[in-house]
């Protein structure tokens, strides 16, 4: 059987932002690799002293195009660059390029985003809202566009428990247009103040921006054949272009990282929550079937004379019948850390897990600062500038940022996800899957852990590299277990010798 989803990007004319990001790398390798896509044109930024050509190479120079590279040596013809900033007014479009893009653009991807949890409001509010209300607007001005995607987060709401796949203006303190009418008269600095009181239960300004930036998509993008993505926690591929690919050190990602070096040792997490965490192949893999989707049902809508109801949401996070609960996500790499032990970890890894924040903040002191003040002092005696508090410091702010995310137990509709998986054909749902139902995750974290080592810490799986860490890994291990027979020894002696002077014993 013919794929839909193919024939729907053959030939189609592609316009996508935050191509530079993980998502967006991904989703333009598979539009390259497995669709004829006409064109696609990159909302790109210009930097100083780097042509954006240059920047385009880069990162097409990656490892994760060398499978499309075999395939299709001129791959990089169909890809286009466009000079803009989503912070700056009119998106930084010049005249030509937005005329360009409102002729020939017929889909288009808005996944650009500053995912930072420390971000100032007033820049999340530009970044995060205000461009994606330019964004609207522009698509508007499309007069062939077929869909458009908004790429949200599955957090957007997450001062709620029970989330459903509809908008929720009712949670928010105020409105986008209210916000950024008030980023727009007051300074940035009042505004950062403002900051606390504006996000009220949001953890951070991300949520809290990716939430009014739903709205505007929801209030003005009424009219567009268009949808809202909302992937949980994106890890590393499954499988596809290549098994465990990752670039970044989001989420759960800096935790697998840290634990790896046998840096991180202590983490707080809810091990009896549901863990949000989701492939990144997959996540392509809706993003192009949301799109497909979403035309098609304009398309009818437009057959039956039908007026266009609220952007349809699709909220993406495990499914109830195959979940994977945070203490089963700790399972699952404590058991395979020796498979892929790294050559430059500096201590045995392992990971004390607690959801009480005075345990968390108790095994923080003796695993973590503890041993940073003797290395700290070993190094200042060796003249060396003491670095291991400040590593610790930002360890645990990242901690901290993330706690929310680990410790809450949030429930979600998945009805989208399940009409759009019917409307897919078996060949479709084979090119294009998605189905975490049967997602078996024993294998997917080995994958993972397999994409950690290659392309976060640059080792290779060659049998010497691989041997090699085993070994370190076993001498740590034998090291570990006689530094904690000394700590538990020398107090129990000093206990021991006083119950002595005291004659009980």
Not at 15 to 32: D, H, M, N, P, Q
Not at 293 to 322: C, F, G, L, W
Not at 382 to 409: A, E, V
Not at 483 to 489: I, N
């Amino acid at each position: 059987m013919d794929s839909e989803i193919t024939d729907f990007y053959k030939n189609k004319t592609i316009f996508l932002t935050g191509a530079s990001g993980f998502l967006g790398r991904l989703v333009i390798e598979k539009l390259l690799r497995v669709t004829e896509v006409k064109r696609i044109y990159i909302l790109i930024r210009p930097k100083r002293g780097v042509e954006i050509q240059q920047r385009i190479d880069t990162f097409m120079s990656s490892f994760l195009f060398s499978e499309v590279s075999k395939s299709n040596p001129n791959y990089k013809d169909r890809l286009s660059p466009i000079a803009g900033d989503c912070a700056l007014p009119d998106l930084g479009l010049s005249v030509a390029n937005r005329k360009l893009l409102t002729e020939e653009v017929q889909v288009m991807f808005h996944s650009a985003a500053t995912v930072s949890f420390e971000e100032p409001l007033s820049t999340a509010v530009h970044i995060n809202v205000r461009g994606t209300r330019l964004l609207v607007q522009l698509a508007k001005q499309m007069p062939r566009l077929e869909a458009f995607v908004y790429v949200s987060t599955a957090f957007s709401n997450c001062v709620i428990e029970k989330i459903g796949e509809r908008f929720y203006p009712e949670i928010l303190t105020c409105t986008a247009d209210q916000m950024m009418s008030l980023n727009e008269q007051l300074s940035s600095d009042l505004i950062n103040k403002m900051a606390p009181a504006l996000l009220e239960k949001f953890p951070n300004t991300y949520t809290f921006t990716k939430a009014l930036a739903e709205q505007v998509v929801q209030t003005e993008g009424r009219d567009l054949p268009a949808c809202v993505f909302r992937p949980c926690m994106i890890m590393p591929t499954f499988k596809d272009p290549i098994k465990g690919w990752i670039d970044n050190f989001y989420g759960p990602i800096s935790v697998i990282y840290g634990s790896g070096f046998g840096v991180l040792r202590v983490m707080i997490f809810n091990k009896e929550a549901k863990g949000n965490v989701v492939p990144a192949d997959y996540c392509v893999n809706l993003t192009l079937a949301s799109a497909w989707h979403s035309a098609k049902q304009a398309a009818d809508r437009k057959v039956k004379m039908i007026e266009s109801p609220e952007p349809t949401v699709y909220n993406y996070v495990p499914t109830e019948q195959n979940p994977i609960k945070w203490g089963k996500f700790m399972e699952f790499l404590d058991s395979r850390k020796h498979l892929y032990a790294l050559n430059q970890m500096v201590w045995y890894p392992f990971l004390l897990v607690t959801s009480n924040m005075k345990i968390f903040e108790l095994l923080i002191a003796v695993y973590h600062n503890f041993p940073a003040f003797l290395i700290d002092t070993w190094l200042r005696l060796r003249g060396q500038q003491p670095r291991m508090k400040k590593i610790y410091s930002k360890i645990h702010r990242g901690i901290r940022n993330i706690t929310p995310f680990g410790i809450t137990d949030w429930t979600f509709e998945m009805n989208n996800f399940e009409r759009l998986m019917r409307c897919m054909s078996p060949q479709d749902q084979k090119l294009f899957g998605f189905d975490l139902r049967v997602l078996d995750w024993s294998e997917y974290f080995n994958s993972s852990l397999y994409g950690f080592r290659v392309f976060l810490a640059k080792e290779n799986v060659t049998e010497e590299s691989l041997r090699s860490g085993k070994k370190r890994f076993d001498r740590l291990l034998i090291l570990n277990y006689l530094v904690h027979f000394v700590a538990l020894s020398i107090p129990a002696g000093m206990v021991w010798c006083l119950l002595h002077l005291l004659n009980i014993v």
